[in-house]
């Protein structure tokens, strides 16, 4: 299986801060690399696919890069509407996996 | 627009298998490269991948969970269906249902429905 390597486990941010989290895969995915939010009590919303295009809806401030086995999220102007999780997760390979989360909150 | 709901029994004894329902609206499984799968998260935990159904059939099993796992489709009522065997306490969580691309990622997710397994 792949694992995925999300860093940091939790981060707290100020308003209008640049917020990067991280995923590491345990081989190459070959950008096959998809972000969700998660906010309490809700379902995952899928933010980012293939490891860098923005999903339909989804603010200009979200952005994904990375290639290989490392990849990125960066928010870049913190918002009160985006604390919540992220996951990183691998479409390459089945089993899909994910990342165990960022906990993403406001300082 | 695209939506979909998860529906199961709520609560279930240890031994018992559990069956989820996903009915969806907004696509068809019959459609090329149209992909419905399920996912599930214990409380304050992670997501865990469960298995996926294609538009032609084709199905994908986490191999963690062994043989418990049998996903199903009706195309004509879009619905997605998941059977899980032999339940165990570890296995409360909710369960997602989510519709899935080409590119093996969850465009659009269900609300979830909470399973716990309790004697």
């Known amino acids: 299986d792949i694992q995925m390597t999300q860093s940091p486990a939790s981060l707290s941010a100020s308003l209008g801060e640049t917020v990067t989290i991280q995923c590491q895969a345990s081989?190459?995915?070959?950008?096959?690399l998809a972000w969700y939010q998660q906010k309490p009590g809700k379902s995952p919303q899928l933010l980012i696919y293939?490891?860098?295009s923005l999903q339909d809806g989804v603010p200009s401030r979200f952005s994904g890069s990375g290639s290989g086995t490392q990849y990125s999220l960066k928010i870049s102007s913190m918002q009160t509407e985006d604390e919540g999780v992220y996951f990183c997760?691998?479409?390459?390979?089945?089993?899909?996996?994910f990342g165990s989360g960022t906990k993403l909150e406001i300082k | 627009q695209v939506t979909l709901k998860e529906s199961g029994p709520g609560i279930l004894q240890p031994s018992q298998t559990l069956s989820l329902t996903c009915s969806f609206s907004g696509f068809s499984l019959s459609t090329y490269g149209m992909c419905v799968g399920w996912i599930r998260q214990s409380s304050g935990k992670g997501l865990e991948w469960l298995a996926n159904i294609w538009w032609n059939d084709d199905k994908y099993y986490n191999p963690s969970l062994k043989n418990r796992l049998t996903i199903s489709k009706d195309t004509s009522n879009n619905q997605a269906f998941l059977k899980i065997t032999n339940m165990d306490t570890a296995d409360t969580a909710t369960y997602y249902c989510a519709r899935a691309g080409s590119l093996e990622y969850f465009d659009f997710w269900g609300p979830g429905t909470m399973v716990t397994v309790s004697s």
């Open positions: 293939g490891a860098s």
């Open positions: 081989e190459d995915i070959y950008s096959g």
């Open positions: 997760q691998q479409g390459l390979k089945y089993p899909l996996t």
